[in-house]
């Protein structure tokens, strides 16, 4: 992503080929390999997380004895219908109970993950029946509970206090006391230890003498039935007899554990696909840690032949480096108090058409059916509200003339002249009906002030010292009118802690914005010849979505993780507990 | 006295895409950091890293509050010679001043053009401007800056010794404080 600053590479730096290189030529194809790094690699943005019940106060409906509560978790889909998933332990004769089942799920940053909680007081004559057959409608209801898995992460301690509420009772005024119910969320990652070899052989040889040998290694995880994993493998070198490969990481979760058994195999890379093993080690990552220190070499093997022993080689395996580091999640930042701060800016320009009539994509529908910008501003602000502490967010327009003024290419949406900000996601919606009726459209399309001010508001707070990461999402109708100030504009952003997301909405030729995006193209440069340090733009244009669809605005939503960890560990930013 | 000058913490981290005529660079090539024609600091030579040649190594170099840029030279000692393949000038605006706060490290990168103006591949580089030698104090507590006080602390810098470059006629004075200095 045109990111200069150094990354892990977990063995992918080697897998694949870096395109960059002067001896590309020898990248070899792997493709399992490939595969399986992509989907256990460092993309991966599933957190698997898991929840721990407690109550307090909870409502007695047994007669002769307290209550037996057991707790039933419900994920909520966008439409709002309720999927059971989990059923806790019944806890015996208690009010105040703490379960001790533990209910995993994964996070996804980029969905709204609602989650709702029912408890119930399990009747006496079913404490021998298996909580899984337990019929929910046989027994007594005690409360429910929603909340947002996001709400759960992003408490300092990752515990929510939720009020237990009746849900039929919507009628009557006062509710009784129903009690709380604590949630508190737990990472289960086993391991965030990335640990970097640097691994060197001597004296490989091979069928004859004089032959060529390009070794690499492929280190792979042993596992009880079957063939082992590869977890990774190194670059090929060109005929090296006693080769030095590029330091390898490996974070610890590749490949179970510490003292999990590897094997390490050395191959003689073969145009044709088909390599010639050369010989292998088995040694846990432990095992090479002891060789480092102990510098000495560790003799390969020749795997056994049909009736023959194994063959112990002339050639040895040395490690000239092995180091531990611990890599910090996106939870681990937001444990430590980082929040990411939403900030919106709202094309205004006339080509979106006056607003009064029906093919506007700015026309408020009376039957209250959300037009482009407003479904925009909901899905990405929806899941990013939670994130942000205060939930007050920076809103701007541009491209319009404010009542009595000059055509603005950065006014503040709620009219004010002094601040810009607006109140939760309502404000937005809110300042955006009004401005639509208190301006009117112009054009053109100008980016440049917009990003400049949401930069200046993320060095601001770097200065104050703030622990923030801000998102600046724009929507727009249209092709930027002048690509290179919007090109310097974000080369000067590009070291701050910012990501901007661009939504197109409407039916332009949206091809021009896509170079915005350095994904799908170079890095950007500016006009003074400053190239810009990461990417931090991603494009996408807006389909309306039918409800059950995935929307193409969580694609956009799923890297936000990614760029706010790379950003905090370039800076070695590490969280604070 | 005040100072006159700061001092620079220049992280030459890498470069991509070198060409000399069209041909990528093969090897043995190195960067050198300038404020001007006598003051200059350069990185070791990068031998095998060829036309994405990677250095990671820190240079200190002073540089007077009036210079407004710093210039950042790619060379490359090729069979004929010494060649500059590429120079980028860094304006002094992109690490300080603005609303950056101090000590902040900065991420550039900047287009290399070479003798002829053409494009020739970019340079990666991370600056920290330090205060100026009479705000700063021997105290090593205070080497992360007040105003980040309770939330991102970033890890202090090792002491960095000066690479050897030239350096006529600027005299570089540390001053002296004592343990029970108030």
């Given at each position: 992503?045109?990111?200069?600053?150094?990354?892990?590479?977990?063995?992918?730096?080697?897998?694949?080929?870096?395109?960059?290189?002067?001896?590309?030529?020898?990248?070899?194809?792997?493709?399992?390999?490939?595969?399986?790094?992509?989907?256990?690699?460092?993309?991966?943005?599933?957190?698997?997380?898991?929840?721990?019940?407690?109550?307090?106060?909870?409502?007695?409906?047994?007669?002769?004895?307290?209550?037996?509560?057991?707790?039933?978790?419900?994920?909520?889909?966008?439409?709002?219908?309720?999927?059971?998933?989990?059923?806790?332990?019944?806890?015996?004769?208690?009010?105040?109970?703490?379960?001790?089942?533990?209910?995993?799920?994964?996070?996804?940053?980029?969905?709204?993950?609602?989650?709702?909680?029912?408890?119930?007081?399990?009747?006496?004559?079913?404490?021998?029946?298996?909580?899984?057959?337990?019929?929910?409608?046989?027994?007594?209801?005690?409360?429910?509970?929603?909340?947002?898995?996001?709400?759960?992460?992003?408490?300092?301690?990752?515990?929510?206090?939720?009020?237990?509420?009746?849900?039929?009772?919507?009628?009557?005024?006062?509710?009784?006391?129903?009690?709380?119910?604590?949630?508190?969320?737990?990472?289960?990652?086993?391991?965030?230890?990335?640990?970097?070899?640097?691994?060197?052989?001597?004296?490989?040889?091979?069928?004859?003498?004089?032959?060529?040998?390009?070794?690499?290694?492929?280190?792979?995880?042993?596992?009880?039935?079957?063939?082992?994993?590869?977890?990774?493998?190194?670059?090929?070198?060109?005929?090296?007899?006693?080769?030095?490969?590029?330091?390898?990481?490996?974070?610890?979760?590749?490949?179970?554990?510490?003292?999990?058994?590897?094997?390490?195999?050395?191959?003689?890379?073969?145009?044709?696909?088909?390599?010639?093993?050369?010989?292998?080690?088995?040694?846990?990552?432990?095992?090479?840690?002891?060789?480092?220190?102990?510098?000495?070499?560790?003799?390969?093997?020749?795997?056994?032949?049909?009736?023959?022993?194994?063959?112990?080689?002339?050639?040895?395996?040395?490690?000239?480096?092995?180091?531990?580091?611990?890599?910090?999640?996106?939870?681990?930042?937001?444990?430590?108090?980082?929040?990411?701060?939403?900030?919106?800016?709202?094309?205004?320009?006339?080509?979106?058409?006056?607003?009064?009539?029906?093919?506007?994509?700015?026309?408020?529908?009376?039957?209250?059916?959300?037009?482009?910008?407003?479904?925009?501003?909901?899905?990405?602000?929806?899941?990013?509200?939670?994130?942000?502490?205060?939930?007050h967010f920076p809103a701007w327009g541009f491209g319009a003339r404010p009542i009595d003024g000059p055509v603005s290419h950065c006014f503040n949406l709620n009219g004010s002249n002094s601040h810009c900000e607006v109140e939760g996601i309502q404000g937005i919606m809110m300042a955006y009906t009004s401005a639509l009726l208190n301006v009117s459209l112009a054009g053109p399309t100008l980016f440049g002030p917009v990003i400049s001010t949401a930069a200046l508001i993320a060095s601001q707070s770097l200065a104050n010292g703030g622990k923030k990461y801000f998102v600046l999402l724009i929507i727009t109708d249209g092709v930027v009118t002048d690509l290179q100030e919007t090109k310097d504009a974000i080369v000067k952003a590009s070291d701050l802690p910012l990501s901007i997301l661009i939504v197109g909405v409407g039916g332009a030729d949206f091809k021009e914005m896509e170079i915005l995006d350095a994904d799908k193209g170079e890095r950007l440069e500016s006009s003074t010849g400053r190239v810009a340090s990461r990417d931090i733009v991603q494009f996408v244009p807006f389909r309306s979505v039918q409800s059950g669809q995935i929307s193409v605005v969580q694609a956009l939503l799923a890297e936000l993780p990614t760029q706010f960890s790379t950003y905090m560990r370039s800076r070695?930013?590490?969280?604070?507990? | 006295?005040?100072?006159?000058?700061?001092?620079?913490?220049?992280?030459?981290?890498?470069?991509?895409?070198?060409?000399?005529?069209?041909?990528?660079?093969?090897?043995?090539?190195?960067?050198?950091?300038?404020?001007?024609?006598?003051?200059?600091?350069?990185?070791?030579?990068?031998?095998?890293?060829?036309?994405?040649?990677?250095?990671?190594?820190?240079?200190?170099?002073?540089?007077?509050?009036?210079?407004?840029?710093?210039?950042?030279?790619?060379?490359?000692?090729?069979?004929?010679?010494?060649?500059?393949?590429?120079?980028?000038?860094?304006?002094?605006?992109?690490?300080?001043?603005?609303?950056?706060?101090?000590?902040?490290?900065?991420?550039?990168?900047?287009?290399?053009?070479?003798?002829?103006?053409?494009?020739?591949?970019?340079?990666?580089?991370?600056?920290?401007?330090?205060?100026?030698?009479?705000?700063?104090?021997?105290?090593?507590?205070?080497?992360?800056?007040?105003?980040?006080?309770?939330?991102?602390?970033?890890?202090?810098?090792?002491?960095?010794?000066?690479?050897?470059?030239?350096?006529?006629?600027?005299?570089?004075?540390?001053?002296?404080?004592?343990?029970?200095?108030?």
């Amino acid at each position: 992503m045109g990111n200069c600053c150094s990354d892990v590479a977990g063995g992918r730096a080697a897998v694949g080929g870096t395109a960059a290189a002067a001896g590309g030529a020898d990248a070899a194809a792997n493709d399992a390999v490939d595969y399986y790094l992509k989907s256990r690699g460092f993309h991966a943005m599933f957190s698997p997380i898991e929840l721990s019940f407690s109550a307090t106060n909870l409502r007695d409906r047994d007669v002769l004895s307290k209550s037996d509560p057991m707790v039933v978790v419900y994920t909520k889909a966008r439409d709002g219908q309720p999927t059971e998933v989990f059923r806790t332990e019944v806890v015996l004769n208690s009010l105040n109970p703490t379960w001790i089942m533990k209910y995993a799920i994964t996070f996804q940053f980029e969905v709204v993950q609602t989650l709702l909680f029912h408890i119930y007081d399990v009747d006496t004559q079913f404490h021998d029946i298996d909580v899984k057959m337990l019929k929910l409608d046989e027994q007594q209801f005690l409360g429910e509970a929603s909340c947002v898995l996001s709400e759960i992460l992003t408490k300092p301690n990752r515990s929510l206090t939720l009020d237990l509420v009746q849900k039929e009772d919507s009628t009557i005024s006062s509710h009784p006391q129903r009690g709380q119910l604590v949630v508190h969320a737990e990472e289960c990652i086993s391991s965030k230890t990335t640990t970097e070899m640097i691994l060197r052989c001597s004296d490989l040889e091979h069928k004859d003498l004089f032959s060529r040998i390009n070794p690499f290694l492929v280190i792979s995880k042993t596992v009880e039935s079957g063939n082992p994993i590869p977890a990774c493998k190194t670059e090929v070198l060109k005929n090296d007899h006693n080769p030095i490969w590029k330091p390898i990481f490996l974070n610890i979760q590749q490949v179970g554990s510490k003292d999990s058994p590897l094997v390490i195999e050395c191959y003689n890379f073969n145009s044709s696909g088909k390599h010639d093993l050369i010989g292998e080690v088995r040694k846990s990552l432990a095992d090479l840690e002891k060789l480092r220190s102990s510098g000495a070499g560790e003799n390969l093997f020749s795997p056994a032949a049909v009736g023959h022993d194994h063959k112990v080689l002339k050639s040895q395996l040395f490690v000239d480096k092995f180091s531990e580091s611990v890599q910090y999640t996106f939870l681990d930042y937001l444990k430590g108090g980082c929040e990411l701060n939403f900030m919106v800016a709202i094309d205004f320009t006339a080509s979106n058409g006056n607003p009064r009539l029906p093919d506007s994509l700015h026309y408020l529908d009376p039957s209250g059916r959300l037009n482009a910008y407003q479904q925009a501003i909901v899905e990405v602000g929806e899941v990013l509200q939670f994130y942000d502490s205060d939930k007050h967010f920076p809103a701007w327009g541009f491209g319009a003339r404010p009542i009595d003024g000059p055509v603005s290419h950065c006014f503040n949406l709620n009219g004010s002249n002094s601040h810009c900000e607006v109140e939760g996601i309502q404000g937005i919606m809110m300042a955006y009906t009004s401005a639509l009726l208190n301006v009117s459209l112009a054009g053109p399309t100008l980016f440049g002030p917009v990003i400049s001010t949401a930069a200046l508001i993320a060095s601001q707070s770097l200065a104050n010292g703030g622990k923030k990461y801000f998102v600046l999402l724009i929507i727009t109708d249209g092709v930027v009118t002048d690509l290179q100030e919007t090109k310097d504009a974000i080369v000067k952003a590009s070291d701050l802690p910012l990501s901007i997301l661009i939504v197109g909405v409407g039916g332009a030729d949206f091809k021009e914005m896509e170079i915005l995006d350095a994904d799908k193209g170079e890095r950007l440069e500016s006009s003074t010849g400053r190239v810009a340090s990461r990417d931090i733009v991603q494009f996408v244009p807006f389909r309306s979505v039918q409800s059950g669809q995935i929307s193409v605005v969580q694609a956009l939503l799923a890297e936000l993780p990614t760029q706010f960890s790379t950003y905090m560990r370039s800076r070695d930013i590490q969280p604070n507990f | 006295m005040g100072s006159t000058s700061r001092t620079l913490e220049i992280t030459v981290l890498s470069c991509e895409d070198l060409r000399i005529g069209r041909k990528w660079v093969k090897k043995n090539t190195y960067v050198m950091v300038r404020t001007d024609p006598l003051n200059y600091r350069a990185t070791k030579m990068d031998t095998e890293g060829g036309a994405y040649p990677s250095w990671n190594q820190r240079l200190s170099i002073e540089m007077p509050l009036h210079e407004r840029f710093i210039t950042l030279e790619v060379h490359c000692k090729t069979a004929s010679g010494d060649k500059t393949i590429g120079t980028a000038r860094m304006p002094a605006t992109d690490f300080m001043g603005g609303y950056l706060p101090e000590n902040y490290l900065n991420f550039l990168s900047y287009r290399l053009r070479d003798a002829k103006g053409e494009r020739n591949g970019i340079v990666n580089v991370s600056v920290k401007a330090n205060l100026p030698e009479y705000l700063s104090s021997n105290d090593n507590d205070k080497k992360v800056s007040e105003i980040n006080a309770c939330s991102m602390t970033s890890k202090p810098a090792p002491a960095i010794p000066i690479e050897d470059g030239k350096n006529f006629g600027f005299v570089t004075g540390i001053p002296i404080w004592s343990k029970n200095h108030v």
